[in-house]
Each structure stands twice: as structure tokens, then as C-alpha cells.
């Protein structure tokens, strides 16, 4: 058993809500990482409307993606659960799934540039990803300050 | 699923995406990287003074003993300058005693060479 996890108890729940406050950016920004991938394995044909032909050209087929997305969003929300109920913090979670966070919204950002098409996009994906760059930032700081760094 | 097959997006696009995904990567080292030495910076091992705050915060015992103890020190301050200011007043008190009684003696003396 692992050690780091707290018995059974209060004190992990006090734990997981007492972190989610100051990491709630990255609960919410896997939650729209999970929802988005969700969305796409509806079965509307997302990918056929114009403003997704640079998704259509990259990926192919959008329900590979949406199940990729689903299940990256997923294990970001295990990682913070994880995170959240661990007595030692464990940064390097975060600043890896953060890390892949920007990645994500950075490449549904030039999914749709690729497009051609200005919408909506262009004030909401960009904004996301400057989030989990700050995420990313807070979580290394976490990292340099418990000295977790390599 | 397969790696995204980038051979069908004409030249420019695979620029823009293997570009896009270049320097995603170096502003997230270069972001992580300044935030580990933020951290490292502003972790308390590395400030004193900063970790003296956090022991206080996490312990305050220490500082109010020392707050107890400054109050008995004040108190045995104000006693003792009581004490000196009375000692000060008698000192003067007798001086003037003292005066008269000398005061006295030449009255004497001359009462004495008179005679």
C-alpha cells in the first residue's frame, strides 16, 4: 500500500477540497478537455462543418480524437483526484498534464486557424491555453518550492 | 489511434502545425523551468527570515511566551523606576536635613565664640 495515500477518513476529502480552490483552473480545463472529446463521439458530424476542416485534414476521423480527448480529459481528472488525496504533493502530475493541457488547446487553436474561419474559437481556445501555461507555471513553483525538482 | 497523417495538408499548413507544436513545447519547458526557479527561490529553506515567519504561523507558543515574558519584564521595569524615583526624593530629603544640621552647628559655633 502506499504510504503517501491518507487512511481512510476525513482528513483525505479535507485534503482534496482544501487543494481544489487553487486548482481549479485545472479541474475545470480537464473537465472541457473531457467534455470536448465527449461531444465529438455524439453523432452529429461535427468534423463535417466548415469551421473543423483543419481538424478533418489532420485527424480523419473525429471519433478517434473524441475518444482520445475523452480519455485524456479523464485521466487528468484521476491525476488531480490522485493529487488532491496524496499527503506529499505530487507537482510533476500536474506540470505534465498541464504541459499536455496547452498542447491540447494550443493545437485545437491552429485546428481552427487552420480552417480559415474566424469564430468564436479565437477568443475562447487561445485563452485556455494561456490558463495552462499559468497552471503549468504554478505547478513547477510547487515543484522548485517543495523541492520536488530535479 | 494513428499518429495524425499530416503528408495531405499542403506545405505551408504542416509549417504551421509542426511550428505550432515546436515552440508549444519550448514555452512550456521555458514556463516550467520558471517556475521551478521561482519555487526554489521562494521556498522557505531558502529565507530564513521567511521561515522563521512560517515556524511562528505554524507555532505561535514560542512568540507568546516571549510576549509573556516581555510583559513581566515592563512590569519589573516600571516597579524598579518607582523604586529609584522614592529613592531619588528621600536622597533629597535628607540632603536638606542635612543642610540644617549644618546649618546648625555654625549657628553654635559662633554662639560659642560670642560668648
Request: net charge neutral.
Amino acid at each position: 500500500m502506499n504510504h503517501t495515500l491518507m487512511p481512510p477518513g476525513p482528513g483525505l476529502w479535507i485534503r482534496i477540497q482544501h487543494r481544489f480552490g487553487p486548482r481549479m483552473t485545472e479541474w475545470a480545463l480537464a473537465l472541457i478537455t473531457a467534455l470536448w472529446g465527449a461531444v465529438l463521439l455524439l453523432p452529429e458530424h461535427v468534423f463535417d462543418q466548415p469551421a473543423w476542416a483543419g481538424f478533418r485534414l489532420i485527424f480523419g476521423s473525429e471519433n478517434a480524437l473524441g475518444a482520445v480527448m475523452l480519455v485524456l480529459g479523464v485521466s487528468r481528472i484521476a491525476g488531480l483526484i490522485v493529487n488532491g488525496a496524496r499527503k506529499q504533493v505530487t507537482p510533476w502530475i500536474r506540470v505534465f498534464s498541464a504541459g499536455g493541457g496547452f498542447l491540447i488547446f494550443v493545437g485545437i487553436s491552429a485546428g481552427y486557424s487552420l480552417s480559415g474561419i474566424i469564430s468564436t474559437w479565437l477568443a475562447i481556445y487561445p485563452v485556455f491555453a494561456l490558463l495552462e501555461l499559468l497552471n503549468i507555471y504554478r505547478a513547477a513553483h510547487d515543484a522548485g518550492e517543495s523541492n520536488a525538482a530535479p | 489511434m494513428q499518429l495524425p497523417d499530416l503528408s495531405p495538408l499542403p506545405a505551408w499548413a504542416q509549417l504551421v502545425v509542426y511550428g505550432t507544436l515546436g515552440i508549444s513545447l519550448a514555452v512550456i519547458i521555458a514556463v516550467a523551468r520558471l517556475g521551478i526557479l521561482q519555487g526554489q527561490k521562494a521556498a522557505p529553506a531558502s529565507n530564513p527570515a521567511s521561515a522563521q515567519v512560517a515556524a511562528v504561523i505554524v507555532d505561535p507558543t514560542a512568540l507568546n511566551r516571549a510576549s509573556e515574558a516581555v510583559e513581566g519584564l515592563t512590569t519589573a521595569v516600571n516597579e524598579a523606576t518607582k523604586v529609584g524615583r522614592e529613592h531619588a526624593r528621600n536622597m533629597e530629603r535628607m540632603a536638606e536635613e542635612m543642610d540644617k544640621v549644618r546649618e546648625e552647628m555654625r549657628i553654635q559655633r559662633e554662639v560659642s565664640r560670642g560668648r
